[in-house]
């Protein structure tokens, strides 16, 4: 059966600065449901990629030049991040970006600003609790003081309190334990397959994402030089050979 396709993003090109040339072309889909994953080395242009769906790159003094983006068939790339997050399109961005004096309940509850109705918000916060047991016995701690795995899953916690359909996850995987990677992308799965929320994860942890994507595109340069079914890349050979650490 053919899943609709949530996001599509068609020919991106974008520039910072006016002059330097980061995105050559790059197009991807994710379809509803799906657990996409954009792989590829430190400077590859992952991180350029969501900030351009989620409208951040202005900040960053950059923008897109070239192709279209769509959610869900309708153009977005003239929304501001609020606009999107609003539609379900929320990022959590690299390195977490706790707030460091919050508590981790007071960081979650900044993630339901777009949120007006009071039992929606108090009912994503038990859900998020019941996905993460570890921030709910951490839910007074001050973010500052909560292990890097914890920050993690308060960032993705935070994300899901805005009502997502759509979740753009700036490498989960970024300076945490092995272990904890694996039970913040079990937590991931979990999400996906009984929230229903889309995924597109943009990590250097090649290995571990295509453990837990359907899809993968490979980025090089600002291009995609490869994509495919997540286990068709990891039993491909120049993926085993540049990607995982193999051969
Ligand atoms: P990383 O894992 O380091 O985040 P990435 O694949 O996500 O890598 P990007 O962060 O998208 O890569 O960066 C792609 C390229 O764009 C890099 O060469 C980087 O130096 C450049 N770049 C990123 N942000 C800016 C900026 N604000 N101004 C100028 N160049 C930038």
Not at 28 to 46: D, E, F, T
Not at 58 to 70: A, D, F, L, N, P
Not at 74 to 90: F, H, S, Y
Not at 128 to 141: E, H, N
Request: net charge negative; glycine share 10%; aromatic share 6%.
């Amino acid at each position: 059966e053919q899943r609709p396709i949530v996001l599509n993003v068609n020919g991106i090109e974008v520039i910072y600065n006016h002059v330097i040339l980061v995105l050559k072309g790059v197009s991807l889909q994710v379809p509803q449901g799906g657990i996409a994953a954009l792989l590829g080395g430190n400077g590859a242009g992952k991180t350029t990629t969501l900030r351009a769906v989620s409208n951040l790159l202005k900040g960053e003094r950059g923008e897109v030049t070239k192709g279209s983006i769509e959610l869900r068939g309708e153009r977005i790339e003239n929304l501001t991040p609020a606009d999107l997050v609003q539609r379900g399109v929320v990022q959590v961005m690299e390195g977490r970006h706790c707030f460091a004096h919050l508590t981790i309940e007071e960081n979650l509850l900044t993630g339901s600003y777009t949120r007006s109705s009071r039992s929606e918000v108090a009912a994503n916060l038990e859900k998020v609790y019941a996905y993460f047991p570890r921030l709910k016995q951490r839910r007074t701690s001050q973010a500052a003081y909560t292990s890097g795995g914890e920050q993690q899953m308060c960032a993705i916690g935070r994300a899901l309190m805005a009502s997502p359909s759509l979740v753009l996850l700036d490498e989960p995987s970024m300076g945490l334990a092995p272990q904890i990677v694996e039970e913040v992308f079990e937590i991931v799965k979990d999400l996906n397959a009984k929230e229903k929320v889309t995924f597109l994860l943009a990590e250097q942890n090649t290995n571990m994402a295509l453990k837990y994507a359907d899809y993968g595109y490979i980025l090089e340069s600002g291009r995609i030089v490869m994509d495919g079914p997540a286990s068709e890349l990891a039993n491909n050979e120049d993926v085993k050979e540049f990607y995982l650490g193999v051969g």
